[in-house]
């Protein structure tokens, strides 16, 4: 895998335009130093052979002349404690100024001036940089050099150099500022699409993008509202259908709710197969009966009927409720002191603790333990049972309409609906929560909800 595909949009782009700049800065700053550098070289061979070409033409006048100060001539020729003169004459090495052997001379150098031809070279000599001018004094049969120190021009040329590379890096980095900046100005029309299209699926069908005055956005703001706004007709539709038909369905099935009733009472008067599909006959019948109210409660909420009231309720008080008002066994209650409270709707909530507990009974044999935990500003519900648990592969979907797990397509016992948990997610999602399933320590499965603290 590309190691940048693993990135993130903004970056990719910060580190292209980073890399871009980096470039071009670069290449702008070697053609600085080339010419530069060239020039001021040029500049200083061009004044030291010049010097030098002074000088020799003094030393070959007083050889000439057969003067005696040879040696005092050439001190004076020195320009600091850094240059050096060296005089080949007459089988003898005559130096001035900083002492330089002349085995470190280069033997090329020297036969060019040994032969009568002028050269010059940059040289490092005894740790100093130098240019090394070699003229012959052909009056005299003599060979006269001069080291002129480039120390001063050396510092220059690293100064610049450093400047350059740093001002090449600057650039690099300015760039990756720039790419940063610019990618999330550029993207933040993408990031508010994309928190809008989360809203939608989390269910909140009113998420819509501001209207862009940006011609390239525009369009897509005004598919993707439009977009939303069909997506919230069709869902709208068919939640009115659901609960059109789930009212439709009241008067019937209290009809046969009542029927089913009577011969109940009536089931040790019918014997044989007769009695098994009154049996069979009630557990449908019922079960046909609370789905029909989990149907209306879903339609009423996704039709977004506000009949939501809300109030600060003690957590920890109302799963206490819910539990006392249970038939059967009670569960025990454990609630962090003080108790956590939230801002919620009561019925909503009762709903919740009734749904969790009901889904324990029908498939794991009830409760063993509830919790009610304070953590990280969010009051926590957690439902212990000691069934076989929940797999992996099915806590992701088991919230999901009409989903029954492993036990789908089943009809014997009682399976449920498969829309009490989906009725959980539903209200908790409705009080900013969340709802999730993990394992539970020493076996079996827990149930979790969690809603933000009221504020105090």
């Not at 049972?385 to 492993?406: H, K, L, M, N, T």
Request: hydrophobic share 45%; aromatic share 2%; charged share 25%.
């Amino acid at each position: 895998m590309n190691p940048l595909s693993r990135l993130s949009l903004r970056w990719r782009v910060a580190l292209v335009l980073g890399l871009g700049s980096l470039l071009i800065t670069s290449a702008i700053a070697v053609a600085i130093w080339n010419l530069t550098s060239g020039y001021m070289l040029r500049q200083r061979e061009q004044s030291g052979v010049r010097q030098a070409e002074v000088n020799a033409r003094l030393i070959g006048e007083s050889l000439r002349a057969g003067s005696t100060g040879l040696d005092e001539l050439l001190t004076g020729l020195t320009t600091g404690p850094e240059s050096t003169v060296l005089l080949f004459h007459a089988g003898r090495v005559v130096t001035s100024g900083r002492q330089v052997e002349p085995t470190v001379l280069p033997d090329r150098l020297l036969d060019l001036g040994r032969r009568g031809a002028p050269a010059a070279q940059r040289l490092v000599v005894d740790g100093v940089p130098v240019l090394a001018v070699v003229l012959p004094i052909t009056s005299a049969r003599a060979t006269y050099v001069e080291l002129a120190p480039m120390l001063q021009l050396d510092r220059t040329l690293r100064f610049l150099s450093g400047l350059l590379v740093a001002g090449t890096v600057l650039s690099g980095l300015l760039g990756v500022a720039l790419g940063v900046w610019a990618s999330g100005r550029a993207l933040r029309p993408l990031t508010a699409l994309t928190g809008a299209a989360s809203r939608i699926a989390g269910g909140d069908l009113r998420a819509r993008l501001p209207d862009q005055a940006d011609p390239d956005l525009k369009p897509l703001a005004a598919t993707f509202n439009a977009t939303a706004d069909a997506l919230e007709r069709r869902v709208l539709r068919d939640a009115r259908f659901a609960g059109d038909v789930s009212h439709e369905l009241r008067s019937p099935l209290t009809t046969m709710v009542n029927a089913t009733a009577v011969l109940a009472r009536r089931r040790a008067e019918i014997p044989g197969p007769a009695g098994k599909a009154v049996d069979l006959l009630a557990s449908e019948v019922d079960r046909f009966a609370r789905m029909v109210v989990d149907l209306l409660e879903i339609s009423r909420t996704d039709q977004r009927v506000d009949d939501t009231a809300l109030e600060t309720i003690d957590l920890g008080s109302l799963v206490r409720n819910v539990v006392a008002a249970r038939p059967g066994p009670a569960v025990p209650v454990a609630t962090d002191q003080p108790p956590p409270q939230v801002v919620g709707d009561r019925r909503r909530l009762d709903r919740v603790v009734n749904n969790l507990l009901d889904n324990a009974e029908r498939h794991a044999g009830g409760a063993v333990g509830i919790a009610v935990r304070r953590r990280d500003g969010r009051a926590r519900l957690e439902v212990d049972d000691a069934g076989p648990g929940v797999p992996p592969d099915v806590r992701g979907r088991i919230f999901e309409r009409f989903d029954r797990g492993s036990r789908a397509g089943s009809r014997g016992g009682d399976t449920g609906s498969g829309l009490g948990l989906a009725l959980v997610a539903q209200h908790v999602r409705l009080h900013g929560g969340s709802v999730g399933v993990e394992e539970r320590p020493g076996g079996g499965a827990r149930f979790t909800v969690e809603i933000p603290e009221a504020r105090p």
